[in-house]
């Protein structure tokens, strides 16, 4: 059998490769290639060198942008993991409808985020109107509706992951806690916690990248309003990229940077999570 897989692994690794190729590796390239010049389609791209990384640094919008999407990031990594495990704790417990509840929480991932944004727009300015406001009309708001509606969307996803992460704990690591007097906190800080690293580096990589490249819930609540105060990146790269007449290689540059970005910042988290892993 081993003879045979190592005969013809070609055909089954081939089409893989060749539609890993068309569909990233080839587009991935030519975008790099496109943020050096100066284009409207592909065919009539002229180069223009630095140019188009120079007007980047230069749009206030795209780094009020990247400082908002920095503080979204940051809020929405600490909210949703924070109440996803205290939720996953209180669902491991030996209640009755636990599996209800975690269909129930679990449910506002399967709405695409589109969807999600119409809707939770239609319960703020239901709320809102009572308060002669709205998320276009205050920045703050936009920022926080945001951010609970990713938080309602995501914290049932990561509570799944960490119910996982819980059951997998071995039942006499914590009857040796117990027997030696650990109280609860202590439990948790010095047992639970740090045998369920593996969850919490794979809970907080998704969070962290999915706080960056949020967009469309971002198109569907606040569209950037008011005055692009609400505007992440991913939403900014789009506008620049899609609304901005001979633009297209200054959004080409953004989403080129705004890449570099958010794999420096995934493989920062994942090599100081795992640090920790390796540790306990």
Partial sequence: MQKNIKKYWPVFTLPVMAAFAIGFVIPFAM??????????????????????????LADQTYLHSF?????????????????????????TKELKGTNIFRTVFFMPNL??????????????SGILVHF??????DARLGFWGLVILVCWQQIGYMMIIYISGLQAIPTDVMEAA????????????KVTIPMMMPSITICT??????????????????GGAPMKQTELMALN??????????????????????FIIVMAMAFLQQYFTKQKEVQQ
């Fill in 31 to 56: 975008g790099i290639y496109l943020s050096f010049t100066k284009f409207t389609t592909v065919k009539d791209a002229q180069w223009v060198g630095l140019s188009n990384y120079e007007k980047l």
């Fill in 67 to 91: 400082f908002l999407t920095v503080a979204f990031a940051a809020v929405t990594i600490i909210l949703i993991n924070i109440i996803a495990f205290a939720i996953a704790m209180a669902l």
């Fill in 111 to 124: 709405i695409g985020g589109i969807v999600l944004g119409y809707i939770w727009q239609l319960i703020f």
């Fill in 132 to 137: 002669n406001t709205a998320l276009n009309l």
């Fill in 178 to 189: 117990e027997i030696d007097g650990a109280s609860s906190w202590q439990k948790l800080f």
């Fill in 205 to 222: 990589f998704l969070t962290l990248t999915n706080g960056f490249k949020l967009f469309d819930q971002n198109l569907a609540l606040t």
């Fill in 237 to 258: 790269i789009y506008y620049t990229f899609y609304g901005r007449v001979g633009f297209e290689g200054v959004g080409q540059a953004k989403a080129v940077i705004f």
